[in-house]
């Protein structure tokens, strides 16, 4: 009797978590399909400008309500700062903690817009660089932040917001500046692993470029894979258009992936670097594929077959001399 008891108990508190947890399933995936719809859209997502001293440019982008709902635009602009690996902007949000390649400097005059829902606007943000701005290179993300609008009856419209949103501007300043890249490393990887011997074909080079100089570079050139007997295996260009930014100070890894690496053999990549006007660094890294397994289960095969063939020669000396044994008697 306790034994059913005990069954049924257990099962009508499955059925009631599973159902608890079916519901908070259906309101997880509400929630987040109403914040993929919620918000802005910026375009375009990057600028680039050269601006001399004493003189003003316009950052222009387009903003988009993509919402059912009025709302208002509020502008900000924070600093950023390479991952140092893959390039990837970290955002600074502490308002205390200005960079010295702050744009917040040169971009004063932001509002605020009221955005009916599906309607844009074009947005001319002024940039002016002051007479003692030392020369190099600025940048930081102009940013755009959704709240709610009133509505028609004076009611605050409810509705759940995403992030805010916003476009990375970059600003070289020209005059006394420093152009400087290294590669600081280049290296074959498999499935995420670097290394210089592998068992099986890697499918990425990643090389790291650092910025030792104090304005933006971007590098590109030449990538080529040779086998062991300086045939081209594989080749590809790196950083391509729209090509990607390297900060001052900075390290950033380009991973591109790679085809025709064969089995065993010992392989060179030769990358010739480019940047600015004109510099070129040239480099190059081996790597071996030596697949073990294969070459192990050759080995047990080929001493499998010495083996069964030394047994095979004594069985039949044997046979010999005993047959000789036999005929001399």
Do not use: C
Not at 259 to 274: D, H, L, S
Not at 292 to 303: C, D, P, Y
Not at 304 to 322: D, E, W
């Amino acid at each position: 009797m306790s034994t059913k008891i005990s069954i049924r108990v257990l099962f009508w508190s499955v059925l009631a978590l599973a159902s608890v947890l079916v519901i908070l399933g259906v309101n997880s995936a509400t929630a987040q399909n109403d914040a993929t719809g919620n918000g802005f859209r910026i375009t375009p997502l990057r600028h680039e400008l050269t601006i001399e001293r004493g003189q003003t440019d316009v950052v222009t982008l387009n903003l988009q309500n993509i919402t059912a709902a009025p709302l208002i635009a509020t502008p900000g602009i924070n600093d950023f700062v390479s991952d140092d690996a893959s390039g990837q902007p970290v955002i600074i949000t502490d308002p205390n903690d200005v960079q010295p390649t702050s744009i917040k400097p040169f971009i004063t005059n932001l509002d605020s817009y009221s955005l009916e829902p599906g309607e844009s606007v074009d947005i001319q943000v002024p940039v002016v660089i002051p007479e003692n701005a030392a020369p190099g290179s600025y940048y930081g993300i102009l940013r755009y932040s959704a709240s709610p609008s009133k509505g028609a009856q004076g009611d605050t419209t409810e509705i759940s917001l995403a992030a805010s949103i916003g476009s990375l501007v970059f600003i070289s300043v020209p005059g006394d500046t420093i152009e400087l890249a290294t590669v600081e490393n280049i290296t074959a990887v498999k499935d995420g692993s670097t290394g210089s011997l592998f068992s099986s074909a890697p499918n990425e080079i990643a090389i790291t470029i650092a910025n030792k100089g104090n304005t933006f570079i971007k590098v590109f050139g030449d990538v080529v894979v040779r086998g062991w007997s300086g045939n081209e295996v594989y080749s590809y260009q790196l950083n391509p258009e729209p090509r990607g930014i390297t900060l001052p100070d900075s390290n950033r890894t380009f991973t591109n992936s790679i085809e025709g690496v064969g089995g065993f053999g010992r392989y060179t990549i030769e990358a010739n670097v480019a940047y600015g006007e004109g510099s070129v660094v040239t480099v190059q890294t081996q790597f071996w594929v030596v697949p073990w397994a294969k070459l192990l289960t050759g080995l047990a095969i080929f001493i499998g077959l010495i083996f069964l063939a030394t047994r095979g020669v004594k069985a039949y000396n044997r046979k010999i001399v005993s047959s000789a044994k036999k005929t001399n008697l």
